[in-house]
T-cell receptor, first 113, second 116 residues
C-alpha cells in the first residue's frame, strides 16, 4: 500500500522567500506530525495534527512557521521569509491514531541560500 | 523531563559480528520505546517497539531490542551484522503531554557502519 509521501523532495530557495512543503499521509491515518532534522542531528518535533486540528504546536520555532491540514489528509508546512538556519530535512509522519506507531515520509530537503 | 540518550555517535562492527546500538531513557511512568532506521536520502523506517510484556522485542530485518527497566535502557541488537545494515538508527520514547496528546522524543541518532 502507499506510504507517506512528501513533495517536493528537494527545494532550494533564496533567503527571504516563502516555501510550502506538502505531506500526504497514509490513507485513514488521523494523526500527522512534522519534524525537522538538521544536518547530523536528531529529529526536532514541530507540530502535531489530530484530524484537522493542531493540539500541539509547541515545536514551531517561530511565527514564520505555520501548518495546516485539510480534510484529514494533506498537510502543508509553510515557512515565511526563510532564513539560512531553516535549511534542513523536513519529515512528515502519520499514524492511525495518536497512540499508534508513526510512519515517516522520505522528507523534503530544504536549502536556503 | 522526558529524554532519550544515544551515547554513541557512531558504531563500527565487522560483518557477521553481533552489533549493539545503545539507548537510555528518562521518563515518568511506563515508557513506550521505539527504534527507527534511516537509510541515506530516505525517511525513517519503523523497526520495533516496546509497550508492555516480554522485555525482548523482535522487529524487522532480524533486529531485536531488550527493555531493561532497572537500567532504563532499550539497546538495539542483532546477532550477525550485514553490510546493508549500515544506516542511522534512532531511539525514541513516546511521551504523553499534560494536554493528553502524544509527543515522540527522539535521540540524536547513532550511525552504524558495518565493515565487510
Amino acid at each position: 500500500g502507499a506510504g507517506v509521501s512528501q513533495s517536493p523532495s528537494n527545494k532550494v530557495t533564496e533567503k527571504g522567500k516563502d516555501v510550502e512543503l506538502r505531506c500526504d499521509p497514509i490513507s485513514g491515518h488521523t494523526a500527522l506530525y512534522w519534524y525537522r532534522q538538521r544536518l547530523g542531528q536528531g529529529l526536532e518535533f514541530l507540530i502535531y495534527f489530530q484530524g484537522n486540528s493542531a493540539p500541539d504546536k509547541s515545536g514551531l520555532p517561530s511565527d514564520r512557521f505555520s501548518a495546516e491540514r485539510t480534510g484529514e489528509s494533506v498537510s502543508t508546512l509553510t515557512i515565511q521569509r526563510t532564513q539560512q538556519e531553516d535549511s534542513a530535512v523536513y519529515l512528515c509522519a502519520s499514524s492511525l491514531s495518536r497512540a499508534d506507531t508513526q510512519y515517516f515520509g522520505p522528507g523534503t530537503r530544504l536549502t536556503v541560500l | 523531563a522526558q529524554s532519550v540518550a544515544q551515547p554513541e555517535d557512531q558504531v563500527n562492527v565487522a560483518e557477521g559480528n553481533p552489533l549493539t546500538v545503545k539507548c537510555t531513557y528518562s521518563v515518568s511512568g511506563n515508557p513506550y520505546l521505539f527504534w527507527y532506521v534511516q537509510y541515506p536520502n530516505r525517511g525513517l523506517q519503523f523497526l520495533l517497539k516496546y509497550i508492555t510484556g516480554d522485555n525482548l522485542v523482535k522487529g524487522s530485518y532480524g533486529f531485536e531490542a531488550e527493555f531493561n527497566k532497572s537500567q532504563t535502557s532499550f539497546h538495539l541488537k542483532k546477532p550477525s551484522a550485514l553490510v546493508s545494515d549500515s544506516a542511522l538508527y534512532f531511539c525514541a520514547v513516546r511521551d504523553r503531554t499534560t494536554s493528553g496528546t502524544y509527543k515522540y522524543i527522539f535521540g540524536t541518532g547513532t550511525r552504524l557502519k558495518v565493515l565487510a
